[in-house]
């Protein structure tokens, strides 16, 4: 199984290479390749990330030929009538990124975080967290195996804010992948040097996940103690400015929080140039100030979800494991029928898969990496969704 089929390269203008799927273009930017037209190539995140032979591509695309089109069939008829909310919603992402779904594999490779943000299990006051940190051999080890064994083609690596990963050791890292991994590289190691960023973008880095929490500037001060909500923002945007695509969005249910200030929250996403919102629940966690408190319902998330794809229709919305937490049996397959077009996979070793407790119980970990993705592939057949690249701009 792969997480990405293959293109055809059928325009090339400059660093921007229009690609083919099964007669549908999709824009992708090459920073890596020498690259001809009729050429064959996988994209994420819209980047090139590998070139592939012409015969291996035709046999997987062979392959793939018959059930694609089965697939476009089954997700035109789910997203045919827009009634209610979620169905306007899911209208208008099948309409803007037809059965498109991006796949994504998560590794989280340490639960070390100098912070100590209210509401979270990582956070460097929770004394009764075991710790963990993967060597940097270790992370390759996995995603060597996630990449060439499983099928990935995008990576998030994830930890908490753990400065033992200085700028060396990302770097080192980022190069060792590329040189074994055709896949996009995201960072999701929260809120690190500029420095770090500049050097792992140069390494090949290109996406960053770093959610600004909350649009609410005093809210942020508060639940995230010491640190400024300005200076956060700002960060996104260098990020942004620096060529990395951005993954980002807030805590929804936060104690306080009310309808209106969730839309701020969605615009505030909206301006920072997302390649994908990535918003969720807040999942109390017992050993953290915030332990008592409520989550938020999944219909609250899902209403969120498809508002966002209604004021935003053109943007790629992620169903984060917080909302497949909330309802195990569900919350995917709602999430992605409300205007959600992307999902990840936890593909942390798992002697440290139950110690990277953000919040407690997450889903998905009672299964092996091979289960939930076997899981994953029938629940996205039987919403006729394809794992094609989501495409640039917009
Ligand atoms: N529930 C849900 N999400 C959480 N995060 C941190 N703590 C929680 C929680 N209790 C999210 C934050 C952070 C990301 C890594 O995890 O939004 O940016
Ligand atoms: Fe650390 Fe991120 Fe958790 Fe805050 S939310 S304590 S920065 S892991």
Known sequence: ??????GKVIGIDDDLVTVEYFGERKQAKNDFFDLRLGEYVYAQGGFVIQKISEEEALSILDAWKELFFKLQEIDSRLSAKPENLYQQANYLRQKYFGNSCCVHGIIEFSNYCRNDCLYCGLRKSNGKLKRYRM????IIETADYAVNRLGFKALVFQSGEDPWYDTEKICELIRMIRKKCACLIILSIGEREERLYQEAYKAGARGVLLRFETSNPLWY???????????????????NSLGYLIMTGFLIGLPGQRKEDVEKDIDLTATLNPEMFSFGPFIPHPDTPLGTSLKPSLEWILEIIARTRIKYPYSRIL?????????????LRLGLLSGANSLMINLTPEKYRLLYEIYPERAGLDLTVEERINSVIKLLQSLGRAPTDLGRGG
């Not at 639940?223 to 990020?239: D, M, N, Q, S």
């Not at 984060?320 to 569900?330: C, S, W």
């Open 1 to 6: 199984m792969c997480y990405a089929i293959p």
């Open 135 to 138: 060597g940097i051999e270790e």
């Open 221 to 239: 001060e508060k639940f995230r103690p010491g640190h400024i909500w300005e200076e956060r923002v700002e960060l996104i945007r260098k990020l």
């Open 319 to 331: 169903v984060t494991t917080a909302l497949e937490t909330l309802d195990r049996r569900n919350g």
